[in-house]
């Protein structure tokens, strides 16, 4: 909710559409930065006490958001919360993760995905009728969110956060990690566009309300959800090339339809199929990320900063790129990206037999 209502509460308080994509890359920009370095500089011994410093870092970052004078105040507030990120997801999808194989990590993964992508989907709907009352008042139910958040973190027992079984795994990881994980770069280049740029275009150029943008975005995470439960039901993509070319093609389809499309009935398929889509790439990498590895701290590290990489230069350049020329060059950008990486990938697979029944 707070990425998506930061939209209109900076839109209001004055900031250009460069400016926003500028913010927009900011804490992620320092979630990448820090998801790299604080496994260097810290020793985890509490998984309980840096969740709850990540949520406490979040609540305080909202906070002076909302107070900041200034826009280089801001910019400031938004570094804290992305290094308050870095202490999160890493984390959670290490512990998640931890010890399962095969059925047992997809139903780990996808339990995750779900319980997360609920959450982003509604927050999209209530983000969106809620800055029609007021561009603030996101802000200040995400700050009530953080403080619930805390306060349940630190009254739950705590676990052993040990990685000595971990270290002493034989890493078996699949070749298809490193095809998994282009997907999920290049598809959140496309996902941060949609989430920071689009809602500015629907607005200035369509004409659709913050809810009907926020009911729109909510098929997408609800399908998201959805597909992700499915997906852990099923084992049929697992090690599977083919898989993870389709997924690629179809994510390039999706971006060029978006340029032929303008009505809500028609944005509401696409991000129904965009849904479907996002859930797939994004298991892929998460499962081709940790499946037979060693070191699955690294792994996921691996994978949050690729995702983090895309997500930061969707909104970075998507904002240029929208101020300067219009929504439809940011499409075009993507799809020269998409397209240009699914070139390369295809001899590389075919060179390292990927195709060859299922490349474990």
């Not at 900041?68 to 890493?90: E, R, V």
């Not at 959670?92 to 993760?97: A, V």
């Not at 349940?152 to 956060?161: A, E, G, V």
């Not at 998460?286 to 995702?307: D, P, S, T, W, Y």
């Amino acid at each position: 909710m707070v990425n998506f209502a930061l939209v209109y509460f900076l839109k209001e308080k004055g900031f250009s559409s460069s400016e926003i994509g500028l913010s927009a890359s900011i804490y992620p920009m320092m979630y990448l930065i820090f998801c790299i370095a604080f496994p260097k500089v810290i020793r985890r011994h509490s998984l309980k006490k840096e969740i709850a410093t990540s949520y406490l870092g979040m609540l305080i970052s909202v906070v002076l958001v909302i107070m900041s004078p200034n826009k280089a105040l801001t910019y400031f507030s938004l570094c804290i919360y992305g290094i308050s990120m870095a202490l999160l997801w890493p984390n959670m999808e290490t512990w998640i993760t931890a010890g399962a194989e095969g059925n047992e990590l997809n139903k780990a993964v996808s339990s995750f995905n779900f319980a997360w992508s609920s959450g982003a989907g509604v927050s999209t709907l209530l983000g969106g009728v809620l800055s029609e009352r007021s561009s603030s008042l996101p802000l200040y139910i995400a700050i009530a969110f953080f403080i619930a958040l805390v306060v349940c973190i630190l009254t739950t027992k705590d676990r052993d956060s040990s990685k000595a079984e971990e270290e002493e795994i034989v890493d078996h990881s699949t070749p298809l990690r490193y095809f998994a994980w282009i997907g999920v770069l290049i598809l959140y280049a496309g996902y941060s566009m949609i989430i920071n740029i689009y809602p500015l275009f629907a607005l200035d150029v369509l004409g659709f309300s913050e809810s009907l943008t926020g009911t729109l975005l909510l098929f997408r995470g609800m399908t998201a959800c959805i597909a992700f439960v499915l997906i852990g039901k099923t084992s049929r993509w697992q090690f599977s090339a083919p898989t993870i070319v389709i997924s690629q093609i179809v994510y390039i389809a999706l971006v060029a339809a978006m340029g032929f499309i303008s009505t809500p009935v028609a944005y509401a398929v696409f991000f129904v199929i965009f849904g479907l889509d996002f859930s797939l790439v994004y298991m892929l990498s998460i499962f081709h990320g940790a499946a037979g590895a060693a070191n699955r701290e690294k792994r996921m590290m691996i994978h949050e900063v690729l995702l983090t990489v895309g997500t930061v230069a969707g909104s970075l350049f998507g904002g240029i790129l929208y101020e300067l020329y219009s929504f439809q060059t940011i499409l075009n950008a993507i799809l020269i990206a998409s397209s240009a990486a699914l070139i390369v990938e295809l001899p590389l697979m075919k060179k390292i037999g990927c195709f060859n029944n299922k490349s474990k």
